[in-house]
């Protein structure tokens, strides 16, 4: 069993966090965040800091070796972060969309 992390992604202008998320390959997972299309709230985010010539940070906040306890830390990182008014641009509570190691189709889309 490969280690998940569960990691931040960070807006570089003003250091807040605006993400929380899981992956195996955090480095590939970021590629993934920079490519998405769409009209999420991420994506524009990402999309407007790529206008100015910079991009999120990522930042690992813990490192587990079961994708439960990822997806139970991601869910109560949401949680809390948006309870303390935390503008998070993550569309869902968390703990979703991470399906063997990769995000489920539905979460590419």
């Not at 998405?36 to 790529?50: N, P, Q």
């Not at 972060?81 to 993550?90: E, K, T, Y």
Request: aromatic share 4%.
């Amino acid at each position: 069993m490969s280690a998940i992390s569960i990691y931040y992604l960070i807006n570089p202008r003003d250091s807040a966090i605006r993400y929380v998320g899981i992956a195996r390959d955090v480095k590939r997972r970021l590629r993934d965040h920079l490519r998405e299309l769409g009209k999420s709230h991420k994506t524009h985010w990402i999309s407007a800091l790529k206008k100015i010539g910079t991009r999120p940070v990522l930042v690992v906040k813990a490192i587990v070796q079961s994708r439960n306890e990822a997806k139970r830390i991601e869910v109560a990182l949401i949680a809390k972060l948006r309870s303390i008014g935390v503008r998070l641009v993550n569309s869902t509570a968390g703990g979703d969309g991470f399906v063997g190691g990769k995000h489920s189709n539905e979460t590419k889309a």
